[in-house]
């Protein structure tokens, strides 16, 4: 399934660009979790495993779109009177028949009964002794849907490798779908690492910081559509981290680390997976993020993340986001970006990818005004990230920028 050098960068690289990276994730991954086929009614929130096909055509027979009085043919101009059937069709009804020249009562949403192809809103029309007058023209079939105008049975509706979201679970639902093969969430194992590391909500001493990362990343991969599992804080104790590594590769399809990735005395998510010899230190030409260690424990391919918040969140969502969704049988998400006119300057170093926590106001892209990756308030006061590209240089207001929701990125 993953070899052992899926995460192997080319050699004599120094700093591996982002597209490089992600294109060399992109290759190695594939998805890793169940199939199994489910009622449509558990089917939502779920991955689609295989194309899913209309078992029933949308709409499935030709209806009316509206509350009128429906015949058979079109009408020229000039006034029309026709005898009004006694009879009416209404949604739910089973279609009936309507003689030649005559007219019926029609309620949005019935079948069209035998005989009707056209419907007068009921607005435009005068009723009075058994019959109804209307002025014309009327184009025949104007406000009828056709059967199959939406979708026809057969069709694909869902492609393999979609979430399935709140219109898709309607599109199913609607096309008399019964069963989907979907796949299992993939369980996603976040472990926080550091000495220094405190439970929020719990009292800290001088020294200690609370765990910032472990909710983020928790809620995170909640969000992303995949199952979390919290494998809580390990001090910076190598036997400590090999246990808890063992456990996460247990419970979990993937784990997700943050801090000890770099090459320091104490970091030992490095220094484990490097024991593996599957590990990467990923030196990315990106702003903010240190080193990233990839490598795979026991089979499952852990993503060690920084341990500062800023960089944590931003490489979860830029390196560890669309590998998990592949690895979760989705297809490769690529964040959607809007180009926006700066509302700020910059200068810029080329040769790296930065992201810049932004927001939009007034049709412009704020950034915040610290870039330090310490400063969790910034990550909460944006709403999304602006991409300053490898080559970007200076940054003036009414430079376009690309902006990327947070919504972009599935958060
Ligand atoms: P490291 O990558 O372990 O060297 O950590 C880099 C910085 O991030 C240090 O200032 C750590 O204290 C901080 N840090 C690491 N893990 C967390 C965490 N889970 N929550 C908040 N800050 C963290
Ligand atoms: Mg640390």
């Given at each position: 399934m993953l070899t052992n050098s899926c995460f192997a960068l080319p050699p004599g690289v120094h700093w591996t660009p982002v597209q490089d990276a992600l294109d060399l994730l992109r290759r190695n991954l594939a998805p890793v979790t169940q199939v199994r086929d489910v009622p449509v009614a558990q089917a939502t929130g779920r991955v689609t495993a295989t194309a899913v096909l209309a078992e029933?055509?949308?709409?499935?027979l030709p209806n009316t779109a509206v509350d009128g009085y429906g015949f058979a043919g079109g009408k020229p101009e000039g006034v029309h009177r026709m005898p009004l059937a006694p009879a009416r069709a209404a949604a739910g009804d089973a279609p009936g028949i309507l003689k030649k020249g005559e007219a019926m009562r029609v309620l949005t949403g019935a079948a069209l009964p035998e005989g009707v192809d056209t419907v007068v809103l009921q607005e435009d029309v005068t009723v009075a002794d058994g019959a109804i007058s209307f002025r014309g023209p009327v184009r025949q079939g104007a406000n009828t849907r056709k059967a199959g105008e939406d979708v026809e049975a057969g069709e694909v509706v869902v492609a393999a490798g979609r979430r399935i979201g709140a219109p898709e679970a309607a599109l199913l639902a609607a096309t008399g779908v019964r069963a989907v093969s979907v796949r299992a969430p993939l369980r996603v194992a976040v472990v926080s690492t550091g000495e220094e590391l405190v439970e929020p909500g719990e009292t800290a001493r001088d020294g200690q910081i609370f765990d910032a990362n472990r909710p983020m990343l928790l809620d995170l991969a909640r969000r992303l559509g995949h199952t979390p599992v919290d494998m809580g804080r390990v001090p910076d104790d190598r036997d400590a981290l090999r246990a808890r590594l063992d456990a996460a590769a247990q419970d979990a399809d993937v784990i997700l680390t943050s801090g000890g990735?770099?090459?320091?005395?104490?970091?030992h998510v490095s220094a484990l997976l490097d024991e593996t010899g599957t590990m990467t230190l990923w030196r990315i030409?990106?702003?903010?993020?240190?080193p990233l260690a990839l490598g795979l424990w026991q089979g499952k391919p852990v993503?060690?993340?920084?341990?500062n918040p800023v960089a944590a969140l931003v490489c979860a969502l830029v390196f560890a986001r669309p590998p998990m969704a592949v690895l979760a049988g989705e297809t490769w998400p690529e964040p959607q970006g809007f180009d926006v006119p700066a509302a700020f300057s910059k200068n810029k170093k080329a040769g790296r990818t930065e992201f810049l926590r932004a927001r939009v106001r007034d049709g412009a892209a704020e950034v915040f005004?610290?870039?330090?990756?310490?400063?969790i308030s910034g990550l909460s006061w944006a709403e999304g990230l602006v991409e300053l590209p490898m080559e970007a240089a200076e940054i003036t207001p009414g430079t376009m920028v690309r902006f990327i929701p947070y919504g972009s990125f599935g958060l």
């Open positions: 029933r055509s949308n709409p499935p990735a770099s090459a320091g005395d104490e970091d030409a990106v702003k903010p993020g240190r993503f060690g993340l920084p341990g005004p610290s870039e330090g990756s310490g400063r």
